[in-house]
């Protein structure tokens, strides 16, 4: 217990898009005691999350469909680094049975919208602002929860909610509930592993 940098858990962050929350994950765990970020994972090869992680000094590994679905190898990549959470960050690829089963509660995603509602298949980036305001929706805001076999049907951890205004924009609502998920996912990320830990001296 008191030897923390041994017991640092090892985050991998999944990314495929711009990175900015996966940049503030990154941020938060350089020099914590906690957790740090081990391997980032993007299925786009021009992600701007991986020009991130480099300059972070953090691995990055590449993965493609085929790979990703018919084959169980990247758990092997995942052992390699030692991972022991998965941050999903502007991942939209269904995770496969094999990795929910390999990490029970340690797969977080965030969700633009408050979920239930503007959550599954198709509903993502501008896609959800702009269902949110086309229902004439007062509110939304990030959603953080527990990742399944599903699309964004896991426990949900973590919501809070921003107003919507009538003048507001999709763009508009997509910075409101970008800055809330910024500021939000890495101190819920800390506490679902420091919870974690918790447990597992427990038990
Ligand atoms: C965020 O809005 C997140 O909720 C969703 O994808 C977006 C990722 O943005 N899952 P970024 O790549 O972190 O900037």
Redo the contacts with the bound molecule.
Sequence with gaps: MNDSSNAKVKIAIF?S??????RKIMEHFKDSPVAQVGLVVSNKANAG?LGIAEAFGIPTQLIDRPGFYQTEDLLEVLKKYQIGFIA???FLWLVPGYLVREFPKRIL????ALLPKYGGKGM??HHVHEAVKAAGETESG?TIHFVDEQYDEGDIVFQTRCSVHPEDTADEIARK??AL?HRYFPVILEKVIRDLGKGNLES
Excluded: R, T
């Design positions: 990314a898009g711009g990175g900015s929350n996966a999350v999903l960050a502007g995603n965030i969700h633009p993502y980036g990030p509930v970008l998920e």
